[in-house]
Nanobody, 123 residues
């Protein structure tokens, strides 16, 4: 089992930045492909960004050029740097890990989930 804990969410104004962290514990003797998803009220959970063990990254169109996913395997932590935040970025952000390599843009592909952290962008 792998436990994931997100942190770093909060209330910010449009144009501000936030950096989310996701710390993994448990079976961390090996590394996992990781992803960030978000879910706004009344909407389905959607893909934001993902990173493979080797460092290859993927982004949703809404995140490209504004968000950056990274990982520090020595700390078992994945980050999501979010810049130029917009009100439509408001959501609960979840990090997830999957046990094996494969597709990374669908929630159903992931095996472990954190509890989420709220990001609110409002003036």
């Amino acid at each position: 089992q792998v436990q994931l804990v997100e942190s770093g969410g909060g209330l910010v104004q449009p144009g501000d930045s936030l950096k989310l962290s996701c710390a993994a514990s448990g079976r961390t003797s090996r590394q996992y492909p990781m992803g960030w998803f978000r879910q706004a009220p009344g909407k389905e959970r959607e893909f934001v960004a993902a990173i493979r063990v080797g460092g290859t990254t993927y982004y949703a169109d809404s995140a490209k050029s504004r968000f950056t996913i990274s990982r520090d395997d020595a700390k078992n932590t994945v980050y999501l740097q979010m810049n130029s935040l917009k009100p439509e970025d408001t959501a609960v952000y979840y990090c997830a890990a999957r046990r094996y390599s494969g597709s990374l843009d669908a929630p159903s592909e992931y095996d472990y989930w954190g509890q989420g952290t709220q990001v609110t962008v409002s003036s």
